[in-house]
């Protein structure tokens, strides 16, 4: 018998056919679904590695800004449910696995009952990486210029890894140039065909976007955000996805990209700090780029142009991505075996 069919056998046991709200029986076995896995992940994962790091993110995406998620059940009924999960595991676990168990539960029981919070022990940069999420929607209106410079600083050349040996380029997008790209900035959803791919293409503008909705099109509504960043890096003219020969450029497109992600990471927390929202953007129509046409002093290689890449959606978030914060507490250091050849 799984643990989660176990735990839902001791909870039916324990609330038989419970109809009255909180604790509906149904919606305990349904937390139990939803949620046993996950702690039985995290606890294990920590019990090997012997930290509280994956029970700290566990508990951070149950509380996601600082709010218990379940409001259907009562604070003592999740504190039951939670210390009868880590009996079962504790069973033919060593007295030091089961002090470890025990440990990492206290921590949801802190925070349950409001003596500490899950951040307390975390580091800016460790809560941005737990809590962060991307907003699919953004609240209209402005972002005031000061915020906009501070963010701008951030993003000015900071390139840890090439130094000032990059090549990429950001820049403020204004109304008219979101205007135009807006109605090809979308990406498809699974169910789309060919059909509708073909016809939204030839023209969006024959159907309502409730109506292409319903077809299968994905508008990435983010880009209507009050300050788009667009991160650019040279491309062919013709479109071609061929990599850049040597000396070019000066860095390699592999190196550039690096560089373009440890800038947008940089301009996040910034943005971040000033308790605003992002969204990272690149699943976008090819046609969206031939509505601009982008011109330089910078000599170019022949056939060579710039053209966005990525653009970095920023604003007041009003709407997360649906599945962003599903918590994946599988690790990915020390995952492979890496063995010589010799």
């Known amino acids: 018998m799984t643990i989660v069919a176990e735990m839902k056998e001791i909870v039916q046991a324990k609330f038989p056919n419970q109809t ?17 896995e996950l702690f039985v992940e995290a606890y294990n994962l920590d019990l090997d590695e012997g930290s509280h790091r994956h029970t ?18 009562k604070l003592e009924t999740e504190i039951w449910i939670h210390q009868t999960l880590v009996d079962i595991l504790s069973k033919n ?3 030091l696995e089961k002090y470890h168990l025990e440990n990492s539960l ?42 906009i410079e501070k963010i701008l600083e951030a993003a000015n050349g900071i390139t840890p890894s090439l130094a000032n040996a990059f090549h990429y ?84 497109r592999d190196a550039t990209l690096v560089g373009v992600g440890l800038n947008m990471w940089n301009t996040i927390c910034a943005v971040e700090e ?29 056939d060579w142009a710039w053209f966005p890449y990525v653009f970095l959606c920023i604003g007041k978030g009003v709407r997360p991505k649906g599945d962003h914060r599903k918590y994946k507490p599988r690790g990915i250091v020390n995952t492979l075996k890496i063995e010589t050849t010799v």
């Open 20 to 36: 009255l709200y909180p604790d509906k029986t149904k919606d305990l076995l349904a937390y139990c679904d939803k949620n046993i």
């Open 56 to 73: 700290k993110m566990a508990i951070s995406h149950h509380y996601y800004g600082n709010r218990r998620q379940t409001k259907n059940i």
């Open 93 to 95: 676990k060593t007295n």
């Open 106 to 147: 206290k921590l949801w029981i802190d925070v349950f009952e409001e003596k500490t919070t899950h951040e307390d022990s975390q580091s800016y940069l460790e809560k941005l990486t737990i809590n962060r999420a991307s907003f699919s929607e953004f609240e209209s209106g402005t972002i005031d210029q000061v915020k």
């Open 169 to 252: 380029r950001v820049d403020v997008l204004d109304q008219e140039t979101k205007d135009a790209m807006y109605p090809y900035m979308h990406s498809f959803y699974p169910d789309a065909s060919n059909k509708t791919k073909k016809q939204f293409a030839a023209d969006p503008t024959k159907y309502s976007q409730k109506e292409w909705r319903e077809k299968g099109i994905c508008f990435n509504t983010q880009f209507e955000a009050p300050l788009v960043l667009a991160y650019s890096i040279p491309c062919r003219v013709d479109g071609t996805p061929e990599h850049w020969r040597p000396n070019e450029f000066e860095t390699s």
């Open 274 to 302: 000033m308790g605003l929202n992002s969204c990272c953007l690149r699943a976008f129509n090819e046609n969206a780029l031939k509505q601009i046409k982008i011109s330089t002093d910078e000599e170019m290689p022949h």
